[in-house]
T-cell receptor, first 115, second 112 residues
Framework: GAVVSQHPSWVICKSGTSVKIECRSL??????MFWYRQFPKQSLMLMAT?????????EQGVEKDKFLINHASLTLSTLTVTSAHPEDSSFYIC???????????FGPGTRLTVT | GENVEQHPSTLSVQEGDSAVIKCTYS??????FPWYKQELGKRPQLIID?????GEKKDQRIAVTLNKTAKHFSLHITETQPEDSAVYFC???????????FGTGTKLQVIP
């Protein structure tokens, strides 16, 4: 399967600041990337889907101006949480998929804590 | 959009017994049904998947069944071991560029 990395693995930031999370596909052309958020003891909730070179498609209820997603290349997507609030504290996981493939490969996740 | 329901939310079994987790989906166009195992603080790991042109698939101690008519699919784990303890998620997708919708998860505890 594909090797997917995320950076950072954990981050603490103050309310009102912004934080950027990177998702890299190391050996795989990630034509589609997904960003999920997972609160403790809950399921993965899809935030947005991005296709390389296109604008991300956000799920209902996810603020696109707060969660900025950039998928500039076939190996890198970034999620920027702007004006972070404590309620944004969560586990953020990306996944990648290539053209014609059903399977998605997950990154290791990023634990965000907003104080 | 797709809605995936999963039961039970928690499941305790004795080591060596079987465990069954059931899911239902709402979108008749969904054609790909993966199952994931997630350990605490880790990424989900694909353990088995099934496509809509197949009714059953088995991989060693793990099997998945799909009933397209009823929109049900189930995960069966036989001869459970303590290392099977984790949270299991079912999911459904139309495949291709389409998103994957996850079920609510089942916390499986295998008691030695």
């Amino acid at each position: 399967g594909a090797v997917v990395s995320q950076h950072p693995s954990w981050v603490i930031c103050k309310s009102g600041t912004s934080v950027k999370i990177e998702c890299r596909s190391l050996d795989f052309q990630a034509t589609t990337m997904f960003w999920y958020r997972q609160f403790p003891k809950q399921s993965l909730m899809l935030m947005a889907t991005s296709n390389e070179g296109s604008k991300a498609t956000y799920e209902q209820g996810v603020e696109k101006d707060k969660f900025l997603i950039n998928h500039a290349s076939l190996t890198l997507s970034t999620l920027t949480v702007t004006s972070a609030h404590p309620e944004d504290s969560s586990f953020y996981i990306c996944s990648v998929r290539t053209t014609g493939s059903y399977e998605q490969y997950f990154g290791p996740g990023t634990r965000l804590t907003v104080t | 959009g797709e809605n995936v329901e999963q039961h039970p939310s928690t499941l305790s079994v004795q080591e060596g017994d079987s465990a069954v987790i059931k899911c239902t989906y709402s979108d008749s166009a969904s054609n790909y049904f993966p199952w994931y195992k997630q350990e605490l603080g880790k990424r989900p790991q694909l353990i088995i998947d099934i496509r809509s042109n197949v009714g059953e698939k088995k991989d060693q101690r793990i099997a998945v069944t799909l009933n397209k008519t009823a929109k049900h699919f189930s995960l069966h784990i036989t001869e459970t071991q303590p290392e099977d303890s984790a949270v299991y998620f079912c999911a459904a997708s139309r495949g291709g560029y389409q998103k994957v919708t996850f079920g609510t998860g089942t916390k499986l505890q295998v008691i030695p």
